[in-house]
């Protein structure tokens, strides 16, 4: 047992914070204020961050990345997003197709995209599963309607393969270089055996980008339609074996899965200590009643679960970091993302509550946070993906 | 006798509201341009149908040409308006609250010939209150002790003659923007601390000097904070810069215009009632979607982890509802109201409602998964106003302080 | 016209009741022998005494000798005497609601004949039901399928001349041990399910065959797990060994005593009212204590946290007390249900009231620190007796889906 | 970041574990079920336990201990615990006081206690603090009313001291040899600067045991009142200096501060873990409306949260085993503790959510888990001691 960070990690985890604290920060209102959902992307504090390393962290050494560990990386979630949770999840999006890559793409794959990837600053990816008719159904396929799920059709034409349909809630969309695909390839069957995954990159003849989604919180962070009429991709493009797309079982071998509950969980940590920090800033200036709002009984008591359930969260996330590092396969890290989502939710209405009441203003920062919250409930706790870590468990109990 | 029926005449006007919110203010409400653009504002058109039914003088006493609505009745139709949409909503409740109280209550029958006709046959007249309404807005703070915070009165009038000047900024009135009448809380004496020298002034829109000024989106304050402006319906800064009114404009005998009855926490819970219509759009859209939603092979209402979610928005607009009709009952029968209660019931319902729609606002935008927060749909709205509510008037924590002090039985000197 | 108020006379039967309360009851339900032993049994010297005051045929009709309280009354009363103890406010309400169906609905007069006046003079006599209220006691469990669990009656009644030979145990009866009459539901034909053959028969205690038990502390079942058994009052096993009863004893056109109006989730919310009359007696202690025990240099009702815990309370039984009286309004006017609720209120007054007495229980045993586990005080057994609500009728769980059921207008088949 | 165990901290683990299922669980539902308070107690558990080592754990190994560290001691409470936490509780109560004596105490004092506790199969031991009218102003002194606190008074008569008055709600009372006392040497200023700390043998003259308690949960462990009437302890006996016997400041180095947060903590993973199992074992083989009630959805719900809450505290807890073993000084184990009572609540009312509505029974072991866990809101979970992390937060907050 040992919580203590290597020098590696704690040079991260230093620089995040820095980088947070220098660049992210000063513009991260500004951008969320910006009300048309095209303009609130950056591409400035991409290319400054893609500098740092931000956006390359977990490509693996041996390809010229920079080969964080899960822990590096839970440690750099959690200070970027501590400064603005949707520019961070901007950088970390990329790291769980970079997992991706790395580990069931081929050769000739990773020399093209991840070449790429790394040499442009202005190179981010996404991935499309969800569509507007099939979003829990893709996390939790329905074992009495086998075929429900998403539909986007991909049927091979020599080389290539012909796209059609639509994926909606995409994130990066609008932004991205390039998309993961998940299409199926075999629609007389349930999307666990139907699938093909492939790689899209956004100047693909037939592919494009939809409406924009103008979101209450994650501002930032783009979010697109992404729309296929008879979209050509060549085979070589093809991740994996035909129908081979989503794994069966519980063993995500891919690391998009796992990694995207560390991802949460860590993205959420950052938000918790951002709504600690400015609650705690406020209540030692803030007088109410004679005495600073530190003094009142109540305000403690909030403090205190605050600082409570911020700490616990982080206890989860650093040890479902290491479990990833070491190869630990349980349900933790989606308990710990469930976990994340009742506790951002928690924390950031508690700030509220502590910085609310100022003569019908409320304090942009607390607001802003509270809005980023929300998106946690669909992404990270909401009905179907408890469902899924409960059923896990009790499958695997004696 | 107990009875938890509405007359006849009561269930007749909650009808013809929800038909009006259903077939006319809806699809106002909801058009995809004003949902993307966030914008506090309503359509006239809207308002005059509304005022053509009387509920923009709903309280106003029949005799002078209102509908005379009781506390209960301006609950019960408020919150049919909030399904529709909540500025709206508020904005009559304000409108129709203030006509009551200055025109019933606090003018004199001079005044009332100057203002009154207007007031009663202009659709577009509305009224807003420039001041402060409770003076303790500090109690529940200083829980257990007596120190009561002042009321600070940022506008000052000197006589000139028979006139008032008045020079000040208030730097939030709601519905200022659409006001024909103001009421306005000044200090005739600059130095006087409280409401020591404060008396109320009645100030017509369009008086030269009067400026009104829609909030800024953000804030910055002297610590360079941020901060967003909370409301609901609409309103925004108004400015007196040498107005003159006649002195004549006074309110006779009165320093602050609802003082009383919300200081003891048993006044009207209408701001909860509307809040609760809140709650209700989010919970029936909720339902709408969950029986045309299919996942799993079934509409997800058939889920149980929907089911379940929709029950507990069920039980918490049940309970939210029957404590507001409870407390405008009481504020109803406020001779009787030891009877009824010993405890101040619309302070309970600020601390229970507002908390209980937050959570069903919630628990409803979760039914849509990501679309729930997506600004194509009115339920991150939804949850942005239900969180105002929260935080408008008291907080939820000093308002359950101040239900503790009742509790225990101390009377602040 | 709506009202919270309640007429005259049922000011004064509460007032009478909370008297007796203060003044007789919580000496002997508080007794620190009592609390030690856990013992559930109250002394019966307090039931005569309740029963002088007309509360053990409450709901009896006047005509018949009763004080004809409805539902609302029933409820209104209920909770005051379970703020002095919850086994004794559980006993007079079950013989009370029993004493109302069985001889204002469902006896023949012959058969009211031979018990009425027993039961009207005795102020010993209490009644008991043997059977189960509710068939389609897993419905929740089948959300949205229209498969219905059945019942299993235990008892077999078979013909032997004019009489019925009854044979079988049911495993837990409330009021058993004092019961002098129970309605025994039994099924004529051994192999019959649900509730087919199902008739209720009436059986005087005392009839040979027919055996009591009061329930062991531990039961272990077939799977080696260990249960204890959860009640309030009263209550044991009845087993019927060859006990025979007059076929006349059978109520006529009865497969069940309660079965519609539970099943449907719009019956009395009886259960509920006991249970905000226990939450009461916690609070109340915790407010007498709160104001003597001193922390800090001052009585810890000052403290904000203290202080905001009693707000909880406060706030958790006003809602509670709202929707049981609703609940019980409406179950007294059950012509016009629909013009006062579309909702199950009684259904879902268990969901709400059983979970926010528990947490309003476990608050008010924080208040007293570690005195608050110590079974020198009441609060330990106001916690478990609120648990023992959670869990009796039907779970909350699926008390909350039932409600979703009625909100997606599912009708079970 | 390391989560792995050592070898030596598995080991214990796996003995307290089979301990646990072979003479903890077979007792424990007796035990409790016994109605007077004074014999739920068992002296062969005890006895049996103090063999394996569990009742002398913390001494260090240069004294004749075991010397385990704390990730080990956190483990085995666990462990221990999830058979049933009373009887674990009263083994980790000497932890606590071995702990203290070898930190604070002599060598002399050492040598007399240390030796005969470890010689001693049924040497248990407790400490008086609260008594009638001091509790919360024991642990969160109030600065308006100096003098506030415990009253237990001590006068120096030569080389003795007299102790005259009464504590309450002591652990291990009515079974313990030697209890650690906080009393007052000097009457005239507060706690923190007029408290002396005795070491007072069960067989001392004038010392006795009054009330014992009859607890609505912790059954098996001890708890009553300790009588002094001119109770005379030699000066032999009193650990550290005059008056210097409540530490000041957050820096608690007595060991006993800081271990019982830890100790709070790791009992109700224990017991959350007991609930789990239980859920789990009801809910495969339970059927209601036909199917198992592993297949309704809200009781995978409930399950999910019942395992998600389990996993945060176990997390936070082994995060603080190893703080304390690092000796790393924050107030996380404060919030650990904090932390455990709102789970522990939440987990074991959830066990009977899921186990409730069979018949008007409840299981006895998930009503024995419920009753347990409600002694955590006063030790644990008070606002008290909320208030006093809060305000140790808000003061070390730059």
Redesign the interface.
Known sequence: ??????EE?RAWQMKAREFAANEITPIS?ARE?I?DPKHTWDWEIIKKGSKQGFRTLAVPKAWGGHGADF?SQALVMAELSRADCAIGKAFSQNWKWSHLISMVCSDDQKKRFLTKFLEDDTFVMGKGI?EP?????NR?P?P??PK?GFRLRAERKGDEWILNGEKC?IANGGVGKLFFLDARTDPNVGIKNGTTMFMVPADTPGFRFGKQ?????WRFYMNAELIFENARVPDANRVGEVNGGVKKGTDDTTGGDLFGDLELAAHALGVCDHACDAA?KH???AM???KTL?N??????????M???T???R??V??I???H??KVHT??PG??M??SCDTI?DVTRLG??IM??????????A?KL??DA??W???GG???L??R???R??AA?K | MFSFQLSAEQQEFRDAVKDFVTNEVKAVANHPDRLQAEDPHFVPAILEQASQMGLRTLALSEARGGAGADHLTACVLAEELAVGDIGFAATLARTSELGHVLFDEAMSDAQRAQFLKSYVEDDNYHLAYAGSDIEADDSGWNYHRSEKSEVEIPVVATKAGNDLVLNGTYAFVANAPLAKLFAVQVKTDPKATGLTAAVIVLVPAGTAGLTIKEPAKVETDADGEQYYRWFHGTGGSVTFKDVKVPAANVLAGRSQLFGAAAASGRGSPLVQALNIGLGRAAYESAIDYAKIRVQGGLPIIQHQAVGNILAEIAIRLETSRNLVWKAAYAADHAGEYAAISELPLQIMAKAYVSHAVHEAALLAAECFGAMGVMKDMPQPHYVHHALVFVHSDTSNSTAKLRVAEAIADFKRD
């Not at chain 1, 989604?213 to 919180?217: A, E, L, M, Y």
């Not at chain 1, 009142?296 to 679960?305: E, H, P």
């Open positions: 047992m040992d919580f203590s960070l290597t990690q209102l204020q009300a822990v969800t008719n099939a979003g829990g159904d939790l329905p009495d309607f429900s809630f989604f103008n979101k209450s919180g705690m209540v030692k200036t109410k009643g004679g530190a009142q009984q109540w305000v403690q008591l909030k403090l205190n679960r600082y409570m359930l700490e616990a969260l206890s989860f650093m040890r970091a290491w479990e590092d070491a349900q933790n308990l710990a469930n976990f939710q509220l509550e609310g009441s100022s003569n019908g203003r409320m304090n942009a920062s607001d509270a809005r929300i998106i409930t669909h992404l909401d009905s179907v408890r469902m870590y409960a059923r468990i009790i109990s």
